[in-house]
Nanobody, 114 residues
Framework: QVQLVESGGGLVQPGGSLRLSCAGP????????MGWYRQAPGKQRELVAD???????NYADSVKGRFTISRDNAKNTVSLQMNSLEPEDTAVYYC????????WGQGTQVTVSS
């Protein structure tokens, strides 16, 4: 059983910042593509950003220049630094580990509101 543990969500004002973190199992983490997805009410889950084991990154157009994904293979963690947050970023954010199959974290709520 692959377990992903997320942390870092919360309530922030527009223009603010949050950092999400996700810890995964070392046995598979180093060979997996790690990603962050989000799902807003009434919408489909969408990719926010992902990062390959060697550090190549990919971002949704809506977050380019504002969000940064990073990973620490020694600590088996992936992080998402979110800056200049907008109300449209409000969603449940899910950590994803992609190896032979997809594994998901439990989700963490991010709310951007004044």
């Amino acid at each position: 059983q692959v377990q992903l543990v997320e942390s870092g969500g919360g309530l922030v004002q527009p223009g603010g910042s949050l950092r999400l973190s996700c810890a995964g199992p070392g046995s598979i983490f180093r060979i997996a593509v790690m990603g962050w997805y989000r799902q807003a009410p009434g919408k489909q889950r969408e990719l926010v950003a992902d990062i390959t084991p060697r550090g190549m990154t990919n971002y949704a157009d809506s977050v380019k220049g504002r969000f940064t994904i990073s990973r620490d293979n020694a600590k088996n963690t992936v992080s998402l630094q979110m800056n200049s947050l907008e109300p449209e970023d409000t969603a449940v954010y899910y950590c994803n580990l992609r190896a032979i199959k997809d594994y998901w974290g439990q989700g963490t709520q991010v709310t951007v509101s004044s």
